[in-house]
């Protein structure tokens, strides 16, 4: 199939663990596609998708880039994200704005799960994928084995496109099975050379084209009956069975190489341009799907030019110097610099600013961006990473991306109480470039909580906030917010009395107080008869009620769960009033609880445990020394799923020791799921704890 009238732009994520070399095949890819003039090194810092201080410091990438080239006609646009399973949330959102993948695996490593995770997601988004094995010149390293990985642990099959020949040191270029030929190349020159395949290995390369064929062959019953005919399929129906067969996932594409080599690449990037889907072609098979903002009906955009314009941002930065860049992946129609569109998803118009097309760091200016582009706009005002872009008259909004939440938590502290506010704009302006971040201040405990997917993260972030910003923060462990509540019933008398110059002071009231279910919250009742006390001044006994509920008796936590009543009480005609039985109320609710058997709640989290087999044993036991309960174990390929209910308190540094356990392949997700009864032993320590905290705190 000739493939120059194809639509020539190719929108490709390139994913993989950390560590994979992921970012070192970009660079080997620029190289090759004369976009670079030298192959850079992640080591030395020097390529072109690690710029930011932090990955030069971590030598690893923290952020989406975004790398824009052209080779053999073909504008390429490569979005490269982090590979850290902290950061993953970056390589999800950059899967929704292509129309291909390429998956790196290294020659030595496995199926790590932010690999597992990412392959789930781009089998849920039905897209195209290619595999490069990268690290084939390291000792020990094996293609083979990759092949029956991929086979196991990604349930597909394999088809190896580019072999190598030898591994380790000995690595010495690789045979382009469609291609027929040897490819050889070097990390000091971007040439490739084409050879004759020699004699001792032409076995391997027939062996590999010949499962190539048939493979293609029997994914479609025209080309089936080609080869039972000449028993061959000429190169252009191999190449057009493959560009089908890779679009409806009939098997899986593997090349092999080494990226700091620079072997293997040319094939890598040749099945780019040549086997995976243009914008349009992808557009037809799988249209855009979204909703109407105001009618909520679905609509679809093709990913034609003659479609109203529609864009989805995959990705925000945000610099002190240049202001905040939009990184949008154009879905249909055609769009100008400083048109007005509309922000569907924050329901605002919005007007645009400069567009460019991104190298790294590099920004070239353009005037306008068309269906299947990508394009970095300047200066958006109310849009953030997410958001739906569209024709005002022609409105539709894109489905809001589904990303992990939040694991672990830190109180925080400025380090200067003239930085509190610089703290929190800078953190919320981290949240607009990464919304895996969160941040809020927690009312109970009167903390600023900054979250994040693991350590890593959340040291990414503070990083950062003093590189932007100029601030600095003191992490330490968040409090727990814990309740009470009662076990029994009990009643009490409130009777506030003052007398002072003039008119007086006077309520009085009975409270009956009992537990209601876990999780029921709150319930007050009047049951005043005769009018012991005036119907007016019942809701200020009840405010009385709610403000007492804010502290309990034993650590001065909130009070829930509890059926209030007030049946009984007296007035006076001059001395009441809506003050003094507000006060009342909240006397008579101090006592009624002291005598009902107070007793301190626990939230318990909902979590579910991703680990490998062999470390379920190390991570049920762990779990139950967290007075966590077991509630399921399921068996996944490779690995166990544990659901187990386990209290909030245990969980605060889990990441850490979830990493040390399972080597770094364990992942787990948590939510809130009810309030449990604190064990005496620990209450008391609890308690012991928050009263020296008021004391210290009065202090000073």
Known sequence: MDTTHLEPVRNVAIVSSAGAGKTSVSEALLYVGGAIPMLGSVMHGTTVSDFEPEELRHRTSTSTSLLQFTWNHTNINLIDPPGALDLLGESLAALQAVDAVILILNGTMGVRTELARLWTRIKELDLPCLVFVNGLDKEGASFENTLEICRKQLDCVPLPMAVPINTGMSLDGIVDVRHEKLVRSGSSSAIVEHLLVPLPLEGMLNRARQQLVEAVAESGETLLETYVAQGELSQEDLLQGLRRDIQTKQFLPIYGGSATHNVGVWSLLDAIVALLPSPSERGAAHPWHGIHPETHEGCERKGSLQEPFSAYVFKTIIDPFVGRLSYCRVLSGTIHADATVLNASKHVREKLGHFYTVLGKRHVAVDSARAGEIVAIGKLKDTHTGDTLCQETAPICYPILSLPKPILSFAIDATSKTDIDKVSLGLHKLIEEDPTLEFARNAETKEMVLSGMGQFHIDLALEKLHRKFGVDVILHTPKVPYRETLKTKSQAQGKYKKQTGGHGQYGDCWLKVAPLPRGHGYAFENRVVGGAIPRNFIPAVEKGV????????????????VQVAVYDGS?????????????????????AI???????????????IDTPTDAVGAVMGDLNARRGRIVAVNAQDHAEQIKALVPLAELLRYATALNAMTGGRGSYVMDFAQYDEVPRELAAKVIERQKAEGQAATAH
């Not at 709610?546 to 769960?561: S, T």
């Not at 507000?582 to 008579?588: E, W």
């Not at 007793?599 to 979590?607: A, C, D, F, R």
């Open 546 to 561: 709610l403000d007492a509920m804010h502290e309990g008796p034993l650590g001065g936590f909130p009070v829930v769960d």
């Open 594 to 608: 002291e005598t009902a058997h107070p007793v301190l709640l626990e939230p318990v989290m909902t979590v579910e």
């Open 571 to 591: 007035y006076h005609a001059v001395d009441s009033s809506e003050m003094s039985f507000k006060i009342a109320g909240s006397m008579a609710f101090k006592k």
